[in-house]
């Protein structure tokens, strides 16, 4: 199983990114919002978190193996949720995945069934299904930071693991996202989830 692959980006397409590693290059299938975080990058070192599956029929006995790639594990592991709906492959999945993750699980979590039927390939029903069955397994992936923003991986990780300690500590999903949003709010920065929960617990009190 090959999770993860890291090399130059040699060839940037509309649905895949072509990565060097010698002595091989891969293809590496990408959706719209990761061919746009990539595109100032062809001729760089790159690392994409990847899910390896066979795509095909298996008794028709044409299986062919894939790679699907993303900047982060995050989006890796949103991508896997949004593909456990009935109905979502991972080549629906690809296309409709457009707009960035934290977004479409903003729009999951919100219930916005207008902004998932706007996706291609999913349509009113599909994005009605989708809210139902992912609803509350997505606040966390709508805490994720654009980026475009300054030392956005390292801030989604600090809220990522500021929303865990916060389940831990008995609030549920949509409060503990409520309750983090109230103070990234404030654009601060806070050196560890110790020091952002300190600062939610007074902004809340």
């Known amino acids: 199983m090959i999770t993860k692959i890291s090399g130059k980006l040699v060839r940037l397409h509309l649905d ?6 010698p002595p091989f290059e891969y293809e590496v299938l990408i959706p719209e919002f990761t061919r746009r975080q990539l595109q100032q990058e062809i001729g ?3 690392s994409l ?9 298996p ?3 044409k299986q062919v193996p894939r790679l699907i790639g993303f900047l982060t594990e995050v989006e890796r592991e949103f991508f896997d949720l949004f593909c456990s ?3 979502i492959g991972t080549r629906k999945a690809l296309r409709a995945m457009l707009r960035p993750v934290r977004e479409v699980a903003a729009a999951i979590e919100e219930q916005d069934v207008k902004f998932l039927a706007s996706l291609p390939g999913i349509g009113q029903a599909m994005g009605e299904r989708v809210v139902a069955k992912l609803r509350r397994k997505v606040p966390k992936f709508a805490l994720m930071v654009a980026r475009d923003l300054p030392d956005a991986e390292s801030q989604t990780d600090l809220v990522l693991e500021t929303f865990e300690a916060l389940l831990t500590l008995g609030h ?3 409060d503990a996202r409520r309750l983090i949003d109230s103070v990234i709010a404030t654009k601060k920065k806070f050196k560890d989830s110790a ?8 902004n809340n009190k």
């Open 49 to 57: 978190h990847t899910i390896h599956y066979m795509d095909g029929n």
């Open 195 to 202: 020091e952002l929960i300190q600062a939610i617990y007074q």
């Open 172 to 174: 549920n999903e949509a």
């Open 85 to 87: 709906v009935d109905g």
């Open 16 to 21: 895949a990114a072509v990565i060097e590693s």
């Open 44 to 46: 760089k070192p790159v």
């Open 59 to 61: 008794q028709m006995g």
